[in-house]
């Protein structure tokens, strides 16, 4: 009998976990390790314009700056849907998150991440970094031709987990006026990344595996007690 309820318990607390595995792919001419996985997925706050002139209402669409970059050169734009960028107006703010993975150091003096700020000249833009959203460290800025950071060079490596990057543009860095006013940002791409571990989520076979297990356990129990209460009789 014992032995029974080993074997539903075993059954009962099986589930199925299939991992995804990640491919390196060169995106806008950068290799990320881990593919599309690298990219922002979620923006938190944006505030456009908070030391002068702010975009067009056309341009102010955060969300264009998640996932993997898709500007194709086109600066004019009907609506937010139809805008491939944000622009982040005269000092203005974005942050956006990672919640599939995390950008890390590479323990070499190799860039671990890249801002897709899009145009002829890479608009003065100051990166932050933080792990919860509250604490943020300052990893310098993107500016000229510069679009990669080092985050070795800060002091931090392997081991250091951030999930949340502040772009900031410099105020008065480039132009002061017009549609795309401020830093444009295509993409945030974390070249140095790992993936975070998803919870397992018992699929719908594994789930009926676990009812009909718990229900050998409660079975095998009754049946304990049944004969535990003959032999006393």
């Known amino acids: 009998m014992a032995r029974l309820s080993g074997l539903a318990l075993i059954t009962a607390t099986s589930f199925l976990f299939v991992p995804t595995m990640a491919s390196a792919e060169i995106i806008g001419g950068v290799d990320f390790p881990q593919g599309a996985v690298s990219f922002a997925d979620s923006v938190i706050s944006f505030t456009p314009g908070l030391e002068g002139a702010s975009p067009s209402l056309a341009h102010q669409g955060a969300f264009n700056a998640l996932g993997v970059p898709d500007y194709a050169g086109d600066n004019s734009c009907a609506s937010q849907a139809d805008c491939t960028f944000v622009s982040l107006g005269v000092g203005g703010q974005l942050i956006v998150r990672f919640t599939d993975n995390v950008l890390t150091g590479s323990g070499s003096d190799a860039d671990d991440l890249w801002i897709f700020e899009v145009g002829p000249d890479v608009e003065g833009t100051i990166i932050d970094l933080s792990t919860d959203g509250i ?39 480039g132009g002061t006026g017009g549609a795309t006013v401020g830093a444009d940002i295509d993409a945030v791409g974390a070249i140095s990344t790992r993936p975070t571990a998803p919870p397992a989520v018992p699929e719908p076979a594994a789930w009926a595996m676990m009812i009909a297990g718990f229900g050998l356990v409660g079975s095998a129990l009754r049946r304990q007690r049944g004969v535990r209460t003959a032999a006393r009789a």
């Open 135 to 173: 604490d943020w460290v300052s990893i310098g800025a993107i500016g000229g031709s510069q679009r990669g950071i080092d985050i070795d060079a800060f002091g931090y490596g392997l081991s250091d987990a951030f999930s949340f990057v502040r772009l900031t543009d410099i105020a008065n860095s």
